[in-house]
């Protein structure tokens, strides 16, 4: 595989929080030749929506991952089902699309809630909800005034009221810090990314689907109108084919993947159960999913057993040096903005990647050139959500069916390449450095 980051990047979990809360649920190695209708090369949310909703129309599908169940994003995630998607701004998206088209790109964001909300509803999955919406937190007085001039764009976007908290609420409402003010819109919710990830692999078995891991997919070949993909013990020979790797995709598998993706890292740490006078001294007693408003967001949560988790966008290399000095600033920040936990034991810190596209929205489509082979990707580190619905989106087209659920022009053009090719990660250095001024 041809990847853009040091080889740590790809490693295991280490001491990821959610795999110390679901029994391991091994799936078994491909070993010899074998044909599928369909074969999803990615066994994380995409690709387990994708097989689900095609096993249910009782289509052959195979899942591939080239590691073990949730080893990627999909399990590695702060378990944010919300708004987001994309990283366009509104203007950017308006402009490219017109009224209608952001319109249909945020009834999408909707929908790809209600779509979380359905799979974990019929198929009985406990994944540890809670929230009631997310939470927006203002980190300067400028950002506060931004808050609550967008509330009727809000209104006019999502067709819901948010509520505006003044910084003199925020302890009465749980949420107390050095902020100054905050915004909670009421869609979506948290819940735990690998409890939600077993319960659609789960679901996705028992309709039907095969899902195999540790077998990676090296190559793909065409001929006769069907395709091949390799894997170290074996190959499948599909009709068709979805591509649903995200952040963990190879550069060859297929070629055309080649720079149309940006890998970022995202850090989290987890504490220790807090007591109830720690919760209190801090004045976070909120089960609010929230994040702050800087570009460089922080993102965080009060889980169901009184623990806290702390993400940010991780650093630019995944060398041991680099790994060490984001846990040194993660930790920074978070006693920042958490002062009276600054004595509190981090039981558990990992990384993983998120997925940047060049047009700064997601893709859900055929690939050019490859017939009969299909992508879902570019999520922008909001992938519970939009990974999920982009999987039940693909499972209709692959079919050659219109999709039963919001599919918008703003994620049907496929994906121009990044500049600087597989040197591309050169770009975030200077888009951090400006991030990082505008958000002092």
């Known amino acids: 595989m041809k990847r853009l980051y040091e080889t740590a990047a790809y490693g295991p979990q280490q001491g990821c929080f959610w795999a110390d809360t679901v029994l391991p649920t091994p799936w078994p190695t491909l070993n010899g030749d ?8 990615g066994g994380g949310f995409t690709g387990l929506s ?15 991952e080239a590691e073990t169940p949730g080893f990627g994003a999909s399990g590695r995630n702060g378990g944010f089902c919300c708004l987001g998607g994309a990283k366009a701004p509104r203007k950017l998206l308006q402009k490219r699309y017109g009224t209608q088209g952001l319109a249909d790109w945020r009834a999408t964001e909707k929908a790809a809630i209600d779509t979380v909300t359905t799979l974990l509803r019929t198929h009985c999955i406990d994944a540890d909800t809670h929230s009631q919406g997310e939470t927006l937190i203002a980190h300067t007085p400028r950002a506060m005034a931004s808050l609550r001039a967008s509330v009727e764009e809000i209104r006019t976007d999502y067709a819901v ?9 925020l302890r009465e409402n749980g949420l107390a810090g050095p902020f100054h003010g905050a915004l909670t819109i009421p869609l979506g919710f948290a819940l735990n990314p690998r409890k939600y990830h077993a319960g659609l692999a789960q679901a996705a078995q028992s309709a039907g689907a095969q899902l195999y891991a540790q077998t990676p997919v090296t190559r793909l070949t065409q001929q006769g109108g069907k395709t091949r993909l390799t894997t170290p013990n074996g190959t499948i020979t599909a009709d068709r084919v979805i591509l649903a ?26 504490t220790r159960p807090l007591t109830l006078s720690e919760r209190e001294a801090q004045g ?39 790994e060490a000095a984001i846990r040194r600033k993660i930790r920074r920040d978070f ?24 047009n700064l929205t997601p893709f859900a489509g055929p690939v050019p050139e490859l017939p009969g082979v299909f992508a879902g990707m570019g999520y922008h580190g909001n992938g519970v959500a939009m990974g999920s619905h982009t999987g039940r989106i693909l499972a209709a087209i692959v079919q050659g069916k219109t999709p039963d659920t919001p599919y918008p022009q703003a994620m049907r053009q496929p994906p121009g390449r990044f500049p600087l090719g597989r040197f591309r990660r050169a770009l975030l250095a200077p888009a951090y450095a400006t991030a990082s001024l505008l958000d002092s």
């Open 34 to 41: 074998i044909q599928t209708d369909v074969a999803i090369i």
């Open 50 to 64: 994708a097989a689900l909703h095609l096993a249910q129309d009782t289509v052959r599908v195979t899942v591939l």
């Open 161 to 169: 009221t948010p509520q505006v908290i003044e910084k003199t609420a």
């Open 245 to 270: 790797t995200n952040g963990y995709s190879s550069e060859d598998v297929p070629d055309w993947l080649r720079a149309r993706y940006l890998p970022v890292q995202s850090s989290v740490i987890v």
């Open 284 to 322: 976070w007693t909120s089960d609010q999913m929230a994040y702050d408003t800087r570009t460089l967001l922080h993102y965080f949560r009060k889980l169901p057993d009184n623990r806290f988790l702390f993400g940010m966008r991780g650093g630019l290399r995944a060398t041991q040096g680099a």
């Open 335 to 358: 006693n920042a903005m958490f002062p009276a936990w600054r004595e509190v034991e981090i039981t558990h810190d990992w990384s993983g990647l998120v997925c940047i596209m060049s």
